[in-house]
Antibody
Framework: EAQLVESGGGLVRPGGSLKLSCEVS????????LHWVRQPPGKGLEWVGR??????????DYGTSVQGRFTISRDDLKNMAYLQMNSLKKEDTAVYYC????????????WGQGTLVTVSS | EIVMTQSPLSLPVTPGEPASFSCRSS???????????LDWYLQRPGQSPQLLIF???NRASGVPDRFSGSGSDTDFTLKISRVQPEDVGVYYC?????????FGPGTRVEIK
């Protein structure tokens, strides 16, 4: 069964850092792009960013509110993707989902269950 | 950045009846390849989002045929031919034409 499982969420102080992981199984991860999408409590979805496949140089793109603070990486041999979050703000509090999809068209076909990140003093 | 809007933000529906809602983009989503780069997702209560429609009008694998997407350029519609109880949730449109990808605010569908 194809699935994605996020981990690494928790409580962090403003200004701190946290690294989320996304473990992929049941399909060929190296052939798909990997997205991160977040959802603040009770609010809508916000695209965080994406990392493309090796043929596309593992290119990354980011949302406006996280550009320069967040970094997406991947290890195709381990079937893992990561979201490094630095300089965290209270407004980064959200459930963070990883999702996989096509490399040419950015549909998110398969989603994880999400992990909660709380930024609070 | 492309701004997405949706209407209505809330929609009470009756099971067995049709429903439709709108999504608009601040600029055209029509690519030179002829496709509209617009997706629809459903997030049921307590669940992760799921892809319903991609490239404006194509149903994702396993999506019932009561769901249909239409529209072009900046104006799109998602229709449910006969609403079922399991269709309750929030429907989001998302543009995939250019990064940053952007979602609409969502339309919350609830049973009357």
């Amino acid at each position: 069964e194809a699935q994605l499982v996020e981990s690494g969420g928790g409580l962090v102080r403003p200004g701190g850092s946290l690294k989320l992981s996304c473990e992929v199984s049941g399909f060929t991860f190296s052939g798909t792009a990997l997205h991160w999408v977040r959802q603040p409590p009770g609010k809508g979805l916000e695209w965080v960013g994406r990392i493309r496949t090796k043929p596309n140089n593992h290119a990354t793109d980011y949302g406006t509110s996280v550009q320069g603070r967040f970094t997406i990486s991947r290890d195709d041999l381990k079937n893992m993707a990561y979201l490094q979050m630095n300089s965290l703000k209270k407004e980064d509090t959200a459930v963070y989902y990883c999702g996989s999809g096509g490399d040419l068209v950015a549909d998110i076909l398969l989603w994880g269950q999400g992990t909660l990140v709380t930024v609070s003093s | 950045e492309i701004v997405m809007t949706q209407s209505p933000l809330s929609l009470p529906v009756t099971p067995g009846e049709p429903a439709s809602f709108s999504c608009r983009s601040s600029q055209s989503l029509l690519h030179s390849d002829g496709y509209n780069y617009l997706d629809w997702y459903l997030q049921r209560p307590g669940q992760s989002p799921q892809l319903l429609i991609f490239l404006g009008s194509n149903r994702a694998s396993g999506v019932p045929d009561r769901f249909s997407g239409s529209g072009s350029d900046t104006d799109f519609t998602l229709k449910i031919s006969r609403v079922q109880p399991e269709d309750v949730g929030v429907y989001y449109c998302m543009q995939t034409l250019q990064t940053p990808l952007t979602f609409g605010p969502g339309t919350r569908v609830e049973i009357k």
